[in-house]
């Protein structure tokens, strides 16, 4: 039952459903059999968060353990959060509505660098302060984590901790210590030392960071036995691995409106642009059968009649053509739609386009990246483009006559040259529609190319380069449409300012705390979104903290240096990288890890090799 003082409210914006809970699939509890209660807050919008795989999989985790209670927070958009301010409404969980600072935990998932002013607006429309040392109490304890907790640094003073890796066995080996805590009556102190003897768990307040006159860190000391260095959380078998037989459905459109099955974690290609690439490694695949029953259960449960076949790389998995005989008898049956979001150009088969096919499927997505084959060398794609043109006829002689192609500018080694690439490459697809003897009737083709500004990212062989100038990017997007003759080709570009600030906290330190915090009080929130994006607000909190963007994205980092997340382990070496990033300069490509291992250092966290010897791989 929705409460009075808020129900009378819900008319009164644009998407009341955002706010109302009550969905099939919610879980409810009753409060007086419950002894730990978690706000699970994803900072963004309801759509988004509600589309996202892993929000589903911990709040089904948590809610299945007896006595414990998980409830979801989403970021009021700007006509509800004045209203909840103007009421004295605190934020609250969408199952109980209750306001989360009464509750034991409040976990934020963090996937993106600029819904960080976002965590500290919903701490504030809790009624929190938004510094870790303010809250004196140890409930709620704050927590993060998702891939941005990677590098933490630059919002490590509104965090009381943070889980390094993957969450499944995690995230109830700390909520076990949550529950030992509360009923012995542990205070803060206490807890978050105890917390960081858990492996994968970073307590900041426990590391003092010390900088050499440069600005650059001298060092990274721990403290009260907290460990040097902290090594992520891995799920090992993935087939074993909790997974949810429901999912809230939503009464208002989100972004992913379906079913989603993890077929695997992990990417097996190692480019060396890609910050996922590298945190979910080692590559581990989920069997079919396994797959097979989740995807039935959940579409059985849900009513959804799509079921998407989640990963970084669906065609790696070395069973898909075995998966997708085991899902088409049933979903041909029922009519539900099989969606594989991320294929690649050098392992699309014609057979596996026969299979997709055979249910509802409109244009297909791929992303080449970088449009010479000379720059894909160095960024280590591995596609050439006979590769592109081959799985374009292939989609083309099927029925497709629209195709994605996505790419990056400002990659390292960049030129004009592989700017203009971009666009012939393209146009060469374009080409090939019109040469194809069995090219559909009556249709033409549409070619879409979408082109995101470079970030360097942590954890990456690219983590020491520097970004491009906002100048470089805006004269490269300029290139773009000058070079474009065809009305068949469609060209979208990134914003550069957004993607400089994600670049300056993405490769951030602690002392940028205070500029997430200015930021947010000069009125940063939802900087995910255009309309609420402003740069100006980030260049004079930069200024008026005496830092310099510059310093964090656009400067070349020595290989010597410490960097302010090199005493987080994510499982591969700094050596490693360094090697990628030199391969790099001299267009040097490196084997996938199937093919050959390039010795990352990620096979420490299986306790052994990450692949058995495959000869017809070779």
């Known amino acids: 039952m929705i409460p009075a003082n808020i129900d009378r409210q819900l008319l009164r914006v644009q998407k009341p459903a955002r706010y109302a809970g009550g969905e099939m699939g919610s879980v409810m509890k009753q409060k007086a059999e419950v002894d730990l209660r978690f706000a699970f807050c994803f900072p963004d919008l309801y759509e988004v968060g509600m589309s996202h795989l892993g929000m589903k999989i911990l709040y089904s985790l948590i809610n299945r353990e007896e006595g414990m209670w998980c409830e979801r927070v989403f970021a009021p958009d700007t006509d509800f959060e004045a209203i909840l301010r103007r009421e004295g409404i605190p934020l609250y969980g969408l199952e ?32 929190l302060p938004v510094r870790s040392a303010d809250r004196k109490d140890l ?38 210590l949550c529950r030992q805590a509360k009923k012995e009556g542990w205070t803060k102190p206490r807890f978050l030392r105890q917390a960081a003897k858990i492996p994968g768990i970073y307590v900041p307040s426990l590391y003092d960071v010390l900088y050499n006159d440069d600005g650059t860190i001298q060092s990274v000391v721990s403290k009260e036995g907290a460990p040097p260095r902290v090594t992520k959380r891995i799920v090992k078998d993935l087939s074993k691995m909790y997974f949810p037989d429901n999912f809230v459905v939503p009464f208002t459109e989100v972004v992913h409106d379906r079913a989603m099955v993890e077929v695997l974690r992990g990417c097996l290609r190692g480019c060396r642009f890609c910050q996922a690439g590298y945190l979910y490694r080692p590559f581990r695949e989920k069997d079919p059968e396994a797959l097979d029953v989740q995807a039935k259960t959940l579409c059985a449960a849900t009513g959804y ?84 043109l081959s799985t374009a006829r292939t989609a083309f002689e099927g029925g497709c006559s629209s195709m994605k192609l996505y790419f990056m500018m400002g990659l390292p080694t960049e030129t004009m040259e592989d700017m203009d690439a971009i666009i012939d490459l393209a146009q060469k697809v374009v080409d090939l529609f019109y040469r194809l003897p069995g090219k559909p009737k009556g249709r033409g083709v549409q070619v879409t190319i979408s082109v995101a500004c470079f970030v360097p990212k942590p954890h990456t062989p690219f983590q020491f380069r520097p970004q491009d100038s ?125 093919r050959q291992c390039s010795g990352c250092g990620a096979n420490h966290l299986l306790g052994g090799a990450c692949f058995e010897a495959d000869e017809s791989v070779l």
């Open 96 to 127: 109980s509505f209750d306001p989360i600072r009464e509750f034991d935990v409040i976990g934020f998932t963090l996937q993106y660098e600029m819904c960080y002013t976002t965590v500290l607006n919903m701490l504030d429309l809790a009624g």
């Open 305 to 388: 009649e799509e079921v998407s076949l989640t990963s970084l790389s669906t065609s790696d998995h070395s069973r898909l053509e075995q998966l997708m005989e085991r899902l088409l008898p049933w979903t041909t049956q029922k009519k539900v739609n099989i969606a594989l979001p991320s294929l690649r150009v050098d392992n699309f088969s014609p057979r596996l386009l026969e299979m997709i096919r055979k249910v509802r499927q409109s244009g297909l997505t791929f992303a080449p990246e970088a449009g010479s084959q000379r720059l894909r060398d160095a960024i280590n794609k591995n596609v050439t483009e006979e590769e592109v």
């Open 470 to 594: 906002l100048e470089e990017f805006r004269e490269k997007q300029k290139r773009l449409l000058e070079t474009v003759t065809s009305r068949k080709i469609k060209v979208n570009y990134h914003d550069a300012a957004t993607s400089r600030v994600e670049a300056i906290l993405a490769r951030g330190d602690r002392r940028l705390s205070q500029v997430v915090e200015a930021v947010w009080r000069a009125g940063g929130n939802l900087e995910g979104w255009d309309e609420h994006f402003s740069s100006h607000r980030w260049t004079a909190a930069l200024a008026a903290a005496g830092l310099d963007g510059d310093f964090y994205a656009c400067r070349l980092r020595p290989y010597d240096e410490i960097l302010p997340w090199d005493h987080l382990d994510y499982g591969i070496t700094k050596d490693f990288l360094i090697r990628e990033d030199q391969r790099a300069q001299g267009s040097r490509t490196t084997e996938n890890c199937r």
């Open 139 to 176: 409930w709620p304890l704050v927590i993060g984590g998702g891939p941005c907790a990677c590098n933490p640094e630059p919002i490590a003073d509104f965090f009381d901790l943070f889980q390094l890796g993957e969450g499944e066995e995690l995230m109830l080996e700390m909520l076990a």
